[in-house]
C-alpha cells in the first residue's frame, strides 16, 4: 500500500474510532451515568468529590466504562461483519484468514484500549485528578506516547497495520458491498 493509501486508510480508520467513541458517549456516559444519577444509584451522589479516593474512582471508571467499552468493542470485532458500528460507517472491516473469533476479539480489543485505561490509572492514582496535578505522572506519557505509536504505525508499514493488527494477525481493508442483482 502506498504512502496516500495508508493516510487515507488512517484517516478512515479514525473517522470510524470517532463514530464507536461518540455513540459510546452517547451510551455510556449520557445514558448509563445519567440513569445511575436519576435513580440515585450512583457511588458518588452526596459525597464531597474530595471524599472519594483514588482507588474508588478507578474501580468506578473500570466498572462502568472500561468494561462496558470493551465489551462493545468484542462484540462488534466478533460479529460476521468483524466491524464496529463506526467501522461499517466508514465501510471498514477486520480480514483475518477466517473469522476472528471471540478470543481474536477480546485480545484485539484489550490491546487497542491499553492507553486508554493507562490514562485511566494516571488521573485515578495517587489522588483523583481533581485532588492531585496529574500532569507530571509517568503514566499519562506513556499513554500519550502509546497513543501516538498506535496512531503513527499504520503510516510506518506497507500493510497499515496498527499494533493490534500485528499482535491478533488482523489487517484492516475496504467493505465492498456485493453486486445487487438487476430486475
Do not use: C
Amino acid at each position: 500500500m502506498i504512502l496516500f493509501g495508508r493516510v487515507r486508510m488512517l484517516l478512515l480508520r479514525t473517522i470510524a474510532y470517532l463514530i464507536d467513541s461518540f455513540i459510546l458517549f452517547i451510551l455510556v456516559i449520557a445514558g448509563f451515568q445519567s440513569f445511575l444519577l436519576i435513580t440515585g444509584l450512583h457511588p458518588f451522589i452526596g459525597r464531597h468529590l474530595y471524599s472519594i479516593s483514588g482507588n474508588e474512582l478507578h474501580i468506578w471508571l473500570f466498572a462502568s466504562i472500561i468494561i462496558p467499552v470493551y465489551m462493545y468493542f468484542v462484540t462488534m470485532f466478533n460479529t460476521r461483519a468483524q466491524a464496529t458500528l463506526g467501522m461499517r460507517a466508514a465501510r471498514l472491516q477486520i480480514n483475518t484468514t477466517g473469522r476472528i473469533g471471540i478470543g481474536g476479539a477480546m485480545l484485539r480489543a484489550l490491546i487497542m484500549l491499553v492507553p486508554w485505561e493507562l490514562t485511566h490509572i494516571a488521573l485515578s492514582y495517587p489522588k483523583p485528578f481533581w485532588v492531585a496535578h496529574h500532569l507530571q505522572s509517568p503514566l499519562l506519557y506513556i499513554a500519550l506516547s502509546l497513543t501516538g505509536i498506535y496512531w503513527l504505525l499504520p503510516l510506518l508499514n506497507l500493510h497499515g497495520k496498527s499494533i493490534h493488527d500485528f499482535i491478533t494477525g488482523t489487517i484492516i481493508i475496504r467493505w465492498h458491498m456485493p453486486p445487487t442483482k438487476k430486475p
